[in-house]
Antibody, heavy 118, light 110 residues
């Protein structure tokens, strides 16, 4: 059974970098699916942040592209998100998820709450 | 701002049928698979329907999906109290080269 688990600091200061990791268990990360990050601000809807494909190529939400890096570490079976220069608007629950190419997510992590505050 | 429009709310009494719409365009719903998710309070989204009308293992067939042109729909038949949740549609957008989610619909069981 595939499981995804997000981890990272729950509190980040404004202007700093938010760094999250998603550990995948029950499935080899290089075996054919792709991996993405989605966030949900308090009381709001879901927003796709970006994805990394099996090839290592990435797609990012145009509204966040200048601040994002998504990378993968196949040796640790995990992938990561870095979001730079955060503001209070980046406060959200961050989810990692699995998906096929240009198909939405089928398996999600439980999510991790990140608050941006000084 | 989402490019997929859903009604903000829907409601019904136990046993009734509720339908939620997801309106998009030719670059998203009109040309790609639509997925539907259920999100209970404080939990991660759960896949309900994939590839427009397919059920993942374990999802009851009270939930059904359909797509026509640039709109998709999720129907919940035999409504139960445990169906109270937020529901989202999602698909790939060819113009944006990214995933888009619906605005979300809160279902209330009266």
């Amino acid at each position: 059974q595939v499981q995804l688990q997000e981890s990272g600091p729950g509190l980040v200061k404004p202007s700093e970098t938010l760094s999250l990791t998603c550990v995948v268990s029950g499935y080899s990360i290089g075996s054919g699916y792709h991996w993405g990050w989605i966030r949900q601000p308090p009381g709001k809807g879901l927003e796709w942040i970006g994805s990394i494909y099996q090839s290592g190529a990435t797609d990012y939400n145009p509204s966040l592209r200048s601040r994002i890096t998504i990378s993968v570490d196949t040796s640790k079976n995990q992938f990561s998100l870095q979001l730079r220069s955060v503001t209070a608007a980046d406060t959200a629950v961050y989810y990692c998820a699995r998906h096929l190419y240009i198909e939405p997510m089928d398996v999600w992590g439980k999510g991790t709450t990140v608050t941006v505050s000084s | 701002q989402s490019v997929l429009t859903q009604p903000p709310s829907a409601s019904g009494t136990p046993g009734q049928r509720v339908t939620i719409s997801c309106s998009g365009s030719s670059s998203n719903v009109g040309s790609n698979f639509v997925y539907w998710y259920q999100q209970l309070p404080g939990t991660a989204p759960k896949l309900l329907i994939y590839r427009n009308d397919q059920w993942p293992s374990g999802v009851p067939d009270r939930f059904s999906g359909s797509k026509s042109g640039t709109s998709a729909s999720l129907a919940i038949s035999g409504l139960r109290s445990e169906d109270e949740a937020d529901y989202y549609c999602a698909t790939w957008d060819d113009s944006l080269s990214g995933y888009v989610f619906g605005t979300g619909t809160k279902v209330t069981v009266l």
